[in-house]
């Protein structure tokens, strides 16, 4: 039997949910496997699939493997703080910083942060896209997703890459994971720089066969290879890319 068993649309995956439904939202939990395992955890700030440790096997694994102790890691799109907390435990001595727009995700990662005593994560209340400035965001009902939009309920501050390195508010990174719901584009066009300076690996989740391609075509123009993590589908890949030099 794999993890594969267990997921939401197995029948055995709906039923072994079934008890799930009645845990409080505010218990705290270890997580039970994986790279995060023993870390606290705060039922209700995500799917169960975190705290279960079944939540992206493949980019958990692969994040483990290559972040190095003493690193620079960003994590952008930080959600409620599973990959931030993962690469606190990684680092070491180095440094995470975690770029969350909203507020509502922002309170649970400051939370997990604090549950796990990761004083080397400093948060970014921000969105990293193509310009320095606002946008509109939309979260997502549950918290799992949210997005930058013409139209969205909520306004954010937004920033690049390149312009809080080039006005030294953050140090250059080592490793870059990105999830941002459909803004990749944006944020990879915005760290131009970044990229042909400095680097980066970059774990990256893309949202929609279209801008898939766009970040193909930008990451060729950095000079970047990359591959896909995982089976993915088509309409969301994870990709992990690195300089071809």
Known sequence: MSIAD????TWLGRLSRYPLRVLPPTLTVPILRG???GNKWVVGSQRHAFWLGIYEPHMQSLIAREVKAGSVFYDIGANVG???LLAAKLVGDGKVLAF???SANLAHLRRHLSLNRARNVEVMELAVSDEVGSAFFQPEATGAMGRLLEQGS???TTTTLDAMLHDNSAPPPHYIKMDIE???AKALLGGQACFRT???VLFLATHGRDIREQCFEILRSFNYEW???GTGSQERAEIFAQPRD
């Open 227 to 229: 591959q896909t993590v």
């Open 182 to 184: 459909g803004a990749e």
């Open 198 to 200: 400095h680097k980066p």
């Open 82 to 84: 599973f990959y931030s």
């Open 6 to 9: 267990f997921t939401a649309g």
């Open 154 to 156: 909520v306004r954010v």
């Open 100 to 102: 969350e727009p909203w």
């Open 35 to 37: 790279p995060l395992r």
